[in-house]
T-cell receptor
Framework: SQQGEEDPQALSIQEGENATMNCSYKTSINNLQWYRQNSGRGLVHLILIRSNEREKHSGRLRVTLDTSKKSSSLLITASRAADTASYFCATEDDMRFGAGTRLTVKP | KAGVTQTPRYLIKTRGQQVTLSCSPISGHRSVSWYQQTPGQGLQFLFEYFSETQRNKGNFPGRFSGRQFSNSRSEMNVSTLELGDSALYLC?????????????FGPGTRLTVL
């Protein structure tokens, strides 16, 4: 079974808007990672947040983690067309990925 | 430093055949993981190797197997191919398999089974 579950499954926004994606997981974790995948290609690591962290920033990315709710969110601010991709969360437990959120940023 | 490379990039096989995919990790990385990605099932973990030993295995039938060589390069084999094995197979490497290491993914091998 999958550990990370992202929602929404798909998100379409205009360039310049913010995009928020959520991830829920089932078991206790030590860290949670977010990855991006451009169409039909390999995944690229975006950010890792540890279980003792509540929020982390990296450029236009902001990740939050709520271990009590077993959930995480990824916020992309001031989105660009180049952000169009699928976004996955994964926990370190055998790196089980969710189905991903497909983000489309319209120019 | 060169990234993770996978060969071949594209492959077409017919049902019943077997296939071997190859993955060369980033130099110095000793952990290699394999994933299968399909539109219907998403990204699923196949197995992970570290120092030539399989450390973790996903929920796939025995037709899926792998190995890792002393230089950390890894191969994945699928025997008796089925139509449902058509997928993008991704390989990822990391320095170790502890809880704080990110994985670096290759571009994948797209396998089509006819």
């Amino acid at each position: 079974s999958q550990q990370g579950e992202e929602d929404p499954q798909a998100l379409s926004i205009q360039e310049g808007e913010n995009a928020t994606m959520n991830c829920s997981y089932k078991t206790s974790i030590n860290n949670l990672q977010w990855y991006r995948q451009n169409s039909g290609r390999g995944l690229v690591h975006l950010i890792l947040i540890r279980s003792n962290e509540r929020e982390k920033h990296s450029g236009r990315l902001r990740v939050t983690l709520d271990t009590s709710k077993k959930s995480s969110s990824l916020l992309i601010t001031a989105s660009r067309a180049a952000d169009t991709a699928s976004y996955f969360c994964a926990t370190e437990d055998d790196m089980r990925f969710g189905a991903g959120t497909r983000l489309t940023v319209k120019p | 430093k060169a990234g993770v490379t996978q060969t071949p990039r594209y492959l077409i096989k017919t049902r019943g055949q077997q296939v071997t995919l190859s993955c060369s990790p980033i130099s110095g990385h000793r952990s290699v993981s394999w994933y299968q990605q399909t539109p219907g099932q998403g990204l699923q973990f196949l197995f992970e190797y570290f120092s030539e030993t399989q450390r973790n295995k996903g929920n796939f039938p025995g037709r899926f197997s792998g190995r890792q060589f002393s230089n950390s390069r890894s191969e994945m084999n699928v025997s008796t191919l089925e139509l449902g094995d058509s997928a993008l197979y991704l390989c990822a490497s990391s320095t170790t398999r502890d809880t704080y290491n990110e994985q670096f993914f290759g571009p994948g091998t797209r396998l089509t089974v006819l």
